[in-house]
T-cell receptor, first 114, second 115 residues
């Protein structure tokens, strides 16, 4: 089945130790998004790729970066995780080109920072 | 500055009755509104949507109502079933760079359907 896959599902890292979260999709969608969801809060968009073009939200900390080496894969890099970065990270994709394209979400990666 | 708000963190409804989930927004530029459903250990899945030019959209047991003057939308589920127990997120959409869709989410409402 076509889907959005996130690995790992659970990630534990130490304060300040770089960590990379992975997302892959078999939908061949143009757009890939990364959201951060802290406990009992709304998912918040960090950035998105439209094909190879990267678009950062204005309030996304510099600590967060992303790479999209090809259509199928997108990575979220957290250079120096702090305790406040512990959250669920959701990857989503959409066909793009219209505000009415459904976003398909992966199951998320729960990040714990010790 | 929370542009989309779901003021009820939880809701409990008897099976067979109507569930009504509410959502308020502040930004008049939003042109499309969506509801997502999330089960534990899964990502949100799209449920139903409504364009800002409409005031109602129905899909089976699910109906979304939009009141633009009040900046309010609601999701009605009737009749409610145990499988509807999940977290429901309201989201509002505005087109951003290159036609990609930016979703602004509410905090979610946990719906529990009691047998």
């Amino acid at each position: 089945d076509a889907m959005v896959i996130q690995n790992p599902r659970y990630q534990v890292t130490q304060f300040g130790k770089p960590v990379t979260l992975s997302c892959s999709q078999t939908l061949n969608h143009n757009v890939m998004y990364w959201y951060q969801q802290k406990s009992s809060q709304a998912p918040k968009l960090l950035f998105h790729y439209y094909d190879k073009d990267f678009n950062n939200e204005a309030d996304t900390p510099d600590n967060f970066q992303s790479r999209r080496p090809n259509t199928s894969f997108c990575f979220l890099d957290i250079r120096s995780p702090g305790l406040g970065d512990a959250a669920m990270y959701l990857c989503a994709t959409s066909r793009g080109a219209s505000a009415y394209n459904e976003q398909f979400f992966g199951p998320g990666t729960r990040l714990t920072v010790l | 500055d929370q542009q989309v708000k779901q003021n009820s963190p939880s809701l409990s409804v008897q099976e067979g009755r109507i569930s009504i989930l509410n959502c308020d927004y502040t930004n008049s530029m939003f042109d499309y509104f969506l509801w997502y459903k999330k089960y534990p250990a899964e990502g949100p899945t799209f449920l139903i949507s409504i364009s800002s030019i409409k005031d109602k959209n129905e899909d089976g047991r699910f109906t979304v109502f939009l009141n633009k003057s009040a900046k309010h939308l609601s999701l009605h589920i009737v009749p409610s079933q145990p499988g509807d127990s999940a977290v429901y997120f309201c989201a509002a959409s505005a087109v951003i760079i290159q036609g990609a869709q930016k979703l602004v989410f509410g905090q979610g409402t946990r719906l529990t359907i009691n047998p």
